[in-house]
């Protein structure tokens, strides 16, 4: 008997090894390889072979054979190295819950295969009082479950209209039907009461899948739900290759959110997969948003995707009312700080009422650069191509790439001049700022920074859902799937950078941030009111946010996005280049791209440096291809690939991005 494997080799690509001997489907063994021994997965058997060579054995299995990936989830991997061009090696890395190392992590054991137990599948909860909309959007889904190989489903619902609801309901059919579920959320440290609400209704069935597991616990979670114990897989965007044999339903939280996009060596879509997954498996996909991803919506009005509506709130609360605030005036009216005064009004009125209050700053840290105004000195990092931060608490200049610091003496390094000047403000200046205008309120500071050791992230939510402070303020981490009711008013300090970013999905990413923000506030009975301050109100962004109208603003924003051939109404790949001689790598790069506009149908841009140019002494160079559509692409690129790799030879690592 012979075994087919896969190695993780990038530039191997797809290739397939074979060796003589047996060990199970998905599990991990050693072979010789080259001068070493390496760990491979077995991914096919045959009884015969035709390769005329002398053919090596297997080496020692591994886990004492333990299956990880089940035959479906190696047909999955196989399907996106295709689709995405990348190393099958890689996907299989990145599905396996131990590590693709040819040395085993201790304290693992096999788990047997546990009968389904359908008197267990019932929930525990009696469900909320549905209102028609949601019961509706159930109905619709159990019969997708029921026959099988449907579209996917897309629930677009406003903010607060209960699409938990809905997603629980789903999960307690398919189980009921004896099959299990993936629900998925963007990030399991920003949704703890995502993730209560789902363990709360099913108790032990939940398996949480998440990066903060230690590879053991990893590895029993993960034989958990192949086993079959645990029915309801909860987890992040890698907790959509959980090895359920039963798959009946896969649930897409906040579809729109870019974290459900992996970026690396292997560049995934999280829908992507999901609906692959979906269609392997029969089962059904449902996401779900209040601003759907333009793929999303897209694929609904075309028809691929169900479309179900939520257009209500459950307890009849009304929308956010949004107040544009336009800072150019108050600027003329003297405006000195960070916040407008209608945005201060509102939040003095709220806190003197008892209220809380939610304010969006996307930026940390005290200060975005510090400027000598002696001798024009700015403090850069020197691994990376950046100005360092100015962190006030700690008294250090930060990079916020590499994690260098240095000590902030007041002083100019260079020339030891006193008038160090701080610019651009961050997080910990609107905290600053806050302490001074409302001294008799305490607040709760959410970012990267504050939320860096084990827990604090809950710890200062749980601070604020007990009334312990007035005021959370912070990242877009505050922004996401949190529902306090005592939050009235919730202000964003500056919507420009956000929409102005150099990135064509800018506007989408910043009006479904506002939104969710918008969406924090009036969640209770007390109506909600959203204060965004802007150089730019005339911005379609905003006009339209304003309106709550997310319909209009797919219509401007696709119709922008199909006149430049944009995704989804285009195909798009970004080529990206790393390596530690610049000039070798962009040397590299640049016979690429004379590669690429060769062959006619692609239109070739750059090579140009990213931004940030360096970051950990790695230089980072980008191709940018475009092709009437995604297949085009991807055939042109599978085809030039091994001619890619040799153009790069040793002077740069590459891999591509394909939308
Ligand atoms: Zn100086
Ligand atoms: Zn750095």
């Known amino acids: ?202 108790g032990e069935q939940v398996g949480v899948l998440h990066s903060g597991l230690s590879s053991g616990e990893r590895a029993r979670a993960w034989q958990k739900v192949l086993s079959g114990e645990s029915q309801v897989v909860v987890g992040a965007r890698s907790a959509v290759f959980a090895p359920t044999a039963r798959l009946g339903l896969i649930i897409m939280d906040e579809e729109h959110e ?59 609360t009304n929308l956010p009312e949004v107040n544009i605030v336009d800072m150019r005036e108050e600027l003329r009216q003297g405006l000195s700080g960070l916040l407008s005064s ?77 008038q160090v000047h701080n610019r651009g403000a961050g997080t910990e200046k609107l905290a600053e700022e806050l302490r001074a205008l409302f001294p008799d309120f305490l607040f709760t500071r959410l970012d990267a920074d504050t939320a860096a050791r084990k827990g604090a992230h809950q710890k200062l939510l749980t601070e604020f859902g007990r009334q312990d402070s007035h005021i959370l303020l912070g990242t877009k981490m505050i922004a996401k799937g949190l529902d306090f009711p005592r939050v009235t008013v919730a202000g964003v300090v500056d919507a420009d950078s956000g929409m102005y970013y150099p990135d064509f999905r800018a506007v989408e990413e910043s009006f479904a941030l506002l939104m969710q923000v918008a969406g924090r506030s009036g969640r209770g009975t007390a109506r909600g009111r959203v204060f965004i301050q802007t150089y730019n109100p005339e911005h379609y962004c905003l006009r339209l946010l304003e309106k709550h109208d997310y319909s209009g603003f797919y219509k401007v924003e696709s119709s922008l996005r199909r006149k430049l051939s944009y995704p989804p109404f285009g195909g798009l790949a970004t080529l990206c280049f790393r390596g530690r001689d610049q000039r070798r790598v962009l040397e590299a790069a640049q016979a690429v791209g004379e590669l690429c506009a060769s062959s006619g149908a692609i239109v070739a841009l750059g090579p140009v440096a990213e931004a940030p140019a360096r970051v950990k002494d790695i230089y980072r160079y980008q191709l940018t291809l475009k092709a009437k559509n995604r297949k085009t692409l991807q055939e042109l690129l599978a085809g030039l690939r091994v001619r890619i790799t040799d153009l790069c030879s040793s002077s740069a690592r590459w891999y591509i991005i394909l939308e």
């Open 342 to 418: 209608p945005l201060r009004q509102a939040v003095a009125l709220g806190l003197q009422a008892g209220e809380q209050a939610l304010l969006l700053f996307n930026r940390r840290g005290y200060a975005q650069m510090s400027l000598c105004r002696d001798c024009g000195h700015i403090p850069t990092c020197p691994h990376c191509d950046v100005s360092l931060r100015f962190h006030a608490g700690v008294r250090l200049l930060k990079c916020h790439y590499c994690g260098y610091s240095m000590r902030a003496l007041g002083e100019c390094p260079r020339c030891r001049g006193q």
């Open 1 to 202: 008997m012979y075994s087919q494997v896969v190695v993780n080799v990038p530039v191997l690509y797809d290739r397939v090894f074979t060796y003589q001997g047996e060990a199970p489907l998905g599990s991990l063994v050693q072979v010789p390889f080259g001068n070493s021994a390496r760990a491979a997965l077995v991914v096919g058997h045959s009884p015969t072979t035709d390769i005329p060579d002398e053919i090596k054995c297997l080496g020692k299995t591994l886990y004492a054979g333990a299956v990880w990936l089940s035959s479906e989830l190696l047909s999955l991997a196989e399907e996106l190295a295709h689709f995405y061009l990348c190393p099958r090696g890689a996907i299989i890395d990145l599905m396996l819950p131990v590590p693709f190392a040819a040395k085993e992590v201790s304290g693992l054991k096999r788990v047997k295969r546990a009968p389904v137990r359908l008197e267990e599948t019932l929930t525990r909860h009696a469900p909320a009082q549905l209102m028609p909309e949601q019961i509706e959007a159930i109905e619709q889904v159990k019969q997708a479950l029921t026959n099988g190989h449907a579209k996917p489903h897309l629930l677009y619902g406003v903010t607060g209209s209960g699409k938990t609801e809905v997603y629980l309901n789903a999960i307690s059919i398919a189980l009921s039907q004896g099959k299990q579920a993936i629900y998925l959320v963007p990030e399991i440290a920003l949704t703890p009461q995502v993730i209560a609400n789902v363990v709360h209704r099913f």
């Open 258 to 316: 870019q974290s459900y996009r992996h970026e690396g060596g292997v560049n995934y879509h999280t829908r992507v997969v999901a609906q692959l997954r979906a269609r392997q498996q029969g089962g059904v996909l449902l996401m779900g948003s209040a601003t759907p991803s333009l793929e999303a919506y897209s694929s609904a009005e075309r028809g691929g995707t169900k479309l179900l509506q939520l257009t209500a709130r459950p307890h009849g």
